[in-house]
């Protein structure tokens, strides 16, 4: 922090156990000159916590854009500023993203100091695929609107990620049960805290559970839905696929490799041909 201009820095905070907060955001938030906070109160009680002493300054979805002219003053000033939200990484489903926008649209450094993030930390635990995942955030609190997004991503093959609050989770798993039919779903919730829970099953089947046991009800939560399964003509092409990979890391040539391919799986050797070169192509 010995720039002649001061930075942003954007501080992820913990989710739940205190343990996470890591010792380099612990020195920044120490060494800030101003802490922007969601909740002053809340964000207080963490850094007495801490044992640390900093002016709070209170940054939320109703001040952003007021707030960002005194920031940049104490930035200019040679003076850090640290970001944080309730809990986790800020601009994920919190504020901070006008501030950040408008800091580095005026030519101020915003820094990232990484750590605890919910949607990150449940699909770690959760056993589906994490190679793709589309981040949705919290859905519309009217069951209208909530249905109408779940039924626009019935067809995304994605691992499909939502935060919910405790008082709607029954009726987002309704929705979804209505939606996706028997689509297996993983609920994380209290994410590092004492009661931290995976439950998983379809969502009639998680609906179940939570009438059987409110307490699994309680907690703010993030809803995992597996991806679409592939339909049957894309499944044989993600098999040909991999067949014309192995075939093409063996240094088959691309016109041997096509006439496996149909042979084996069927189709014209043109297509395969085709296929077969785009994955060479892209090999080189």
Avoid at 13 to 38: C, F, H, K, Q, W
Wanted: hydrophobic share 45%.
């Amino acid at each position: 922090m010995d720039s002649a201009y001061g930075a942003l820095y954007v501080v992820a905070t913990p989710i739940g156990n205190l343990e996470d907060l890591s010792p380099r955001a612990a020195r920044v938030l120490a060494e800030a000159a101003l802490v922007a906070a969601e909740d002053t109160r809340h964000s207080g009680r963490l850094l007495r916590h801490l044992g640390i002493e900093r002016p709070l300054l209170s940054l939320h979805e109703h001040n952003e854009a007021s707030r960002v002219t005194r920031i940049a003053a104490h930035l200019t000033a040679g003076e850090d500023v640290a970001l944080i939200s309730d809990a986790g990484t800020p601009l994920i489903c919190d504020p901070g993203f006008v501030l950040v926008r408008e800091l580095r649209r005026l030519g101020h450094r915003v820094v990232p100091v990484p750590g605890p993030c919910a949607l990150v930390a449940a699909l770690s635990a959760a056993g589906l695929p994490t190679d793709r995942f589309l981040f949705r955030g919290f859905l519309p609190a009217k069951g209208g609107a909530r249905r109408a997004r779940l039924d626009s991503l019935v067809a995304r093959d994605e691992t499909l990620v939502f935060y919910e609050s405790p008082h709607r989770i029954r009726d987002t798993l309704a929705d979804i049960a209505s939606c996706f039919g028997e689509r297996h779903l993983v609920l994380a919730r209290e994410l590092t805290k004492t009661f931290e829970t995976f439950l998983e099953g379809s969502a009639a089947t998680l609906l179940e559970t939570l009438a059987a046991d409110p307490d699994q009800a309680r907690g703010e939560f993030v809803v995992m839905v597996a991806g679409a399964p592939p339909r049957e003509g894309e499944a044989v092409t993600l098999e040909g696929e991999a067949l014309l990979a192995a075939l093409l890391a063996e240094g088959v040539g691309v016109k041997q490799s096509a006439a496996v391919a149909a042979r084996v799986l069927g189709g014209a050797k043109k297509q395969w041909y085709a296929q077969a070169q785009a994955l060479k192509d892209a090999q080189a």
